[in-house]
């Protein structure tokens, strides 16, 4: 368990990422833009209050927008991060000398997904200053946020599986990434487009169908304070929005639980495939040496043990 | 060390190893040769425990390869034949990095890469980032790489491709060290007359299958069929042509300079009896020697230049 977590691959992964000016600069434009969606928000309704007096929304309203578009920006960022860092190595000829040594494939996947993740909290934990302005105005628990925080990670773990799954498959680096933008993209639009176009066509649709809760969006639409947590824009077409309830199939798990077990179930199957396809000769190594052990084998009339036979034939080449 | 038993590995309709039976002992330096598309790479790969074979079995230390890759990638040191480097590390971090994933602890790696680099000589170089170095400093990098777990077989996959003749020299000076050390190496290598020099053991391969193999002096026995005369005289070298052509019934014999050269396949009786014939007609011999086989000579006469 030591040898899976304080691993060499995140080590040279830390070290690699951060010794470059790419870093620090990817930290600036990111915290800049941020920083501008806020001071923007903050401005226009700055003006809005100068007008209409007191605004108790105005908190919660920068804090939607706050989240929104950081998690838009998780989303963007993730799959920059994990498309290539298999593939990446395979392009470089370095996968081959990685796999030679005694590093499990699980272990190389692993670790791989938990430095791209690193980064990506690191960026989400430099953005919390911005969360500090909400409090200026209140209407935001810290729970909220917290929840919202847990939304931004189990994204970036499920886009960061979709990343180094692909990474896994495609052998460049350009396809992994154009694909996993594609799946990305179907992820935030493609699962709601779908619920909208149901719901549109069966107006009595009381909830929504069960894949609309992989959608990150949903999972933090449901972490809102008050009213924002009511619903969510799902008609996309022309006309008025409508508002479709977020129940939940059973009441006592909210939609960001139901959408923590589907990633969780992906992750899980995404990280599993990548790991059988990354060491073909390793893989179930350990269970065919078990069942070796358990298989005799039938030699000139006799059973004898495999390594046995092993070793009967390396002592006549040494011989 | 190494015992390889009817290793088959096929790619869809293509057999890139077909039925290939090895031996290798302790300590030896065993030359793969064979032309491009002849299955070097491959069985290579196999050996490293970086591809299943398709059947046959190969065994390293007694371990069979495909069974336990795990405990295979510690006895082995492997260096492909194309290579990359993290080019954002430096030269010891490089070596810490593939040390600490064999699982060395961290003051054993402060030792081991100390002496690595001094051994590949690189020491000045410790603190330069590998993107920095030269062609023939990574390959000696690549090379300390495939060495930090102290393997007692070590693969090498052309490691002398895209050197120039100083590294070359220098990387042949090193696997002599790295034989003195008492390490057992496979080799693959198109620059015959090297492998020639340095290997204890040489095998041919063509179109997956094994040709040849055996000890340099083994093969040129087996390729004696193509053994050459080479005579030198003073004078009259027209007659000592014409000896030729009677003792012999050849006609494609090169005669420049004083200098003949025939094909031969005789006994030594026979040529005793051309050398006393020659002497008793007056012809002033100043030598006459059997041509010995170098491995391009047997390499090109064993391989029919069959690609896959």
């Not at chain 1, 077409?237 to 409508?242: E, F, T, V, Y």
């Not at chain 1, 599993?272 to 060491?279: G, K, Q």
């Not at chain 2, 330096?29 to 002849?38: D, E, T």
């Amino acid at each position: 368990m030591k040898r899976l977590v304080l691993n060499p691959v995140l080590d040279k992964e830390f070290r690699s990422r951060m010794r470059t000016w790419k870093s620090p600069l990817l930290i600036s434009l990111y915290l800049g833009t941020l920083a501008l969606i806020t001071l923007g928000y903050y401005w226009t309704q700055q003006q809005r209050i100068y007008y209409s007096g007191f605004g108790p929304d105005v908190g919660p309203q920068i804090y939607v927008t706050l989240t929104i578009f950081q998690l838009m920006l998780v989303s963007f960022v993730t799959p920059a991060f994990t498309a290539g860092v298999i593939s990446g190595e395979r392009e470089k000829q370095t996968l081959d000398l990685l796999i030679c040594t005694r590093l499990s494939a699980t272990s190389i996947i692993l670790n791989k997904l938990l430095a791209s993740i690193a980064y990506i909290l690191l960026l989400i934990i430099s953005s919390l200053p911005f969360f500090g302005v909400v409090y200026f105005f209140g209407g935001v628990l810290l729970s909220e946020i917290a929840q919202v925080f847990l939304v931004y990670l189990m994204t970036a773990l499920t886009f960061g599986a979709v990343g180094v799954f692909c990474s896994t498959i495609f052998r460049k680096t350009q396809v992994s990434v154009v694909v996993t933008y594609v799946i990305v993209f179907f992820f935030l639009a493609g699962t709601a487009a779908i619920t909208a176009f149901l719901v549109n066509v069966r107006p009595n649709f009381g909830g929504i169908p069960a894949f609309a809760y992989l959608n990150p969006l949903v999972a933090l639409y449901s972490t809102f304070p008050g009213s924002f947590a009511q619903g969510m824009p799902l008609n996309f077409g022309i006309g008025s929005s409508r508002m479709v309830g977020l129940n939940a199939p059973v009441s006592s798990l909210q939609p960001w639980h139901y959408n923590f077990i589907g990633d969780g179930i992906i992750i899980v199957v995404l990280l599993f495939i990548a790991v059988l396809l990354l060491d073909p000769v390793g893989r179930f190594s350990r269970l065919k040496r078990w069942f070796r052990r358990k298989k005799p084998v039938q030699v000139d009339g006799g059973d004898i043990n495999e390594e046995t036979h092993s070793e009967e034939l390396h002592n006549e080449a040494e011989a | 060390m190494l015992f390889i038993e009817n290793l088959c590995k096929q790619y869809g309709k293509l057999t890139a190893v077909d039925n290939l039976s090895l031996q290798v002992d302790t300590g030896a330096i065993f030359g793969l040769v064979g032309p491009n598309g002849a299955g070097k790479t491959t069985t290579m790969k196999i050996l490293a425990a970086l591809l299943t074979p398709t059947s046959g079995k190969a065994w390293i230390a007694g371990e069979d390869v495909s069974a336990n890759p795990a405990r295979i990638r510690q006895l082995v040191g492997y260096m492909p034949d194309f290579f990359g480097v993290y080019d954002d590390l430096k030269v010891d971090e490089y070596l810490d990095f593939y040390a600490a994933s064999y699982g060395i602890s961290v003051r054993e790696r402060r030792m081991i890469i100390g002496d690595l680099l001094e051994l590949v000589d690189l020491s000045h170089k410790r603190q330069a980032y590998v993107d920095s170095l030269s062609r023939g400093m990574k390959q000696r990098l690549c090379l300390a790489r495939s060495l930090v777990h102290d393997p007692a077989l070590l693969i090498l996959d052309e490691p002398a491709s895209g050197l120039d003749p100083r590294a070359r020299v220098e990387m042949r000076e090193l696997l002599k060290e790295l034989k003195s050390m008492g390490k057992t190496i496979i080799i693959s290598s198109h620059i015959l007359p090297e492998l020639a020099e340095l290997c204890t053991h040489i095998a041919i391969m063509e179109a997956g299958r094994l040709v040849v193999s055996g000890t340099n002096q083994e093969i040129v026995e087996h390729t004696r069929t193509g053994r050459t005369l080479q005579i030198r005289v003073m004078d009259q070298g027209d007659a000592a042509a014409l000896i030729l052509q009677e003792e012999l019934g050849l006609t494609e014999i090169s005669f420049i300079n004083n200098s003949l050269e025939l094909p031969f396949n005789g006994s030594n009786e026979e040529l005793n009896h051309i050398l006393t014939r020659m002497v008793k007609s007056g012809i002033p011999v100043v030598s006459f020697s059997e041509g010995k086989n170098n491995l391009e000579d047997i390499f090109m006469q064993v391989t029919k230049g069959v690609v896959q």
